[in-house]
C-alpha cells in the first residue's frame, strides 16, 4: 500500500501544479501539451500491444470485454461517478462549453483513471508491493504519472485530482489481492493481459487526448481480466 499511497500523492502534486501554473499558459500551449501526451500514449499503447504471443486472444478479450462493458455501463457508470464528484466540490464555469466527451471535469476524470489505472506496471507494482513491499515499480509509475496529471490538469482541471480516488480502489485492492493473482496468473497471461491494456491505452489516446472519434474506452476494461482467462482456458 506504501506505493500505491507514493502514488495518490504524486498525482495530487502534480495535478495542484498544473491547476496552479496552466491558467498562466496560453490554450496552444495546453493543446499542444496534451496532444504530445496522447501521441506518448498511444505509442506506448502500441509498445505494450506488441507483446502479446497470441493477436486473436486479444481480440477476443476485447470483443468479449465491450459487451461485457456495455451490459454494466461502466463508462456511464464512470462518467456518473465524474458528475457527481463535480456537483459536490466544483462550480460549472460560465464560458465552459459542453461537448460530446461531457465537461471538462468529467474528461479529466475519465481519461486520468483510465491512463493511471491500464498498463502493467500499475499491475505488476501493486502485486509486487502487496507481497514483498518492494514498492519500486510503482514508485517509477508515480514520477510519470506525476508529470501525466500535470500535463493533464492544466488542460482538463480538477477532475484529474479525483481520479487518485479511483488509483486508492484500484492498486489498492491488487495490492491486498496480491498474493491470489500471483498464485493465478503465469507469464503468458500476463503478456495478454499487457497487449489487452496496450489497445485500451490506444483508444484513451484517440478518444479522451487527441480527440479524432469519441470511444467508451471504458467499457472495454473486461478485456483486463478476460485475456488471461482465455490464456488458461486454450493452456
Known amino acids: ?48 500491444f506488441l507483446k502479446t504471443e497470441n493477436p ?39 464560458d465552459e462549453v459542453p461537448t460530446s466527451q461531457g465537461s471538462r471535469f468529467v474528461r479529466g ?21 502487496g507481497l514483498t513491499g518492494n514498492y519500486e515499480l510503482l514508485a517509477i509509475k508515480s514520477v510519470l504519472d506525476g508529470f ?22 484500484y492498486q489498492g485492492g491488487l495490492s491486498l489481492l496480491a498474493a491470489q493473482a500471483q498464485a493465478l496468473i503465469s507469464p503468458p497471461m500476463m503478456n495478454e493481459m499487457t497487449a489487452a491494456g496496450g489497445v485500451i491505452l490506444i483508444g484513451i489516446a484517440v478518444s479522451s487526448l487527441l480527440e479524432i472519434k469519441s470511444i ?7 478485456a483486463l481480466i478476460i485475456a488471461p482467462l482465455i490464456v488458461a482456458i486454450l493452456a
Open 109 to 129: 476524470f475519465l481519461a486520468a483513471s483510465l491512463l493511471f489505472c491500464v498498463g502493467p506496471m500499475a499491475i505488476l507494482g501493486s502485486i509486487q508491493d
Open 216 to 222: 467508451r474506452v471504458g467499457n472495454f476494461l473486461p
Open 1 to 48: 500500500m506504501i506505493g500505491t499511497l507514493i502514488n495518490i500523492i504524486t498525482i495530487l502534486v502534480g495535478g495542484a501544479l498544473g491547476l496552479l501554473f496552466g491558467s498562466r499558459l496560453p490554450e496552444r500551449l495546453h493543446q499542444t501539451v496534451v496532444a504530445g501526451l496522447g501521441l506518448f500514449t498511444g505509442a506506448m499503447g502500441l509498445q505494450m
Open 56 to 94: 486473436i486472444i486479444v481480440l477476443g478479450a476485447l470483443l468479449l470485454g465491450g459487451v461485457l462493458g456495455e451490459w454494466a455501463r461502466i463508462e456511464d457508470r464512470l462518467r456518473s461517478l465524474g458528475s457527481l464528484l463535480e456537483q459536490r466540490f466544483t462550480r460549472p464555469q460560465a
Open 148 to 169: 501525466a496529471s500535470l500535463a493533464f490538469a492544466s488542460s482538463l482541471g480538477v477532475g484529474v485530482l479525483f481520479s487518485s480516488l479511483v488509483i486508492l480502489l
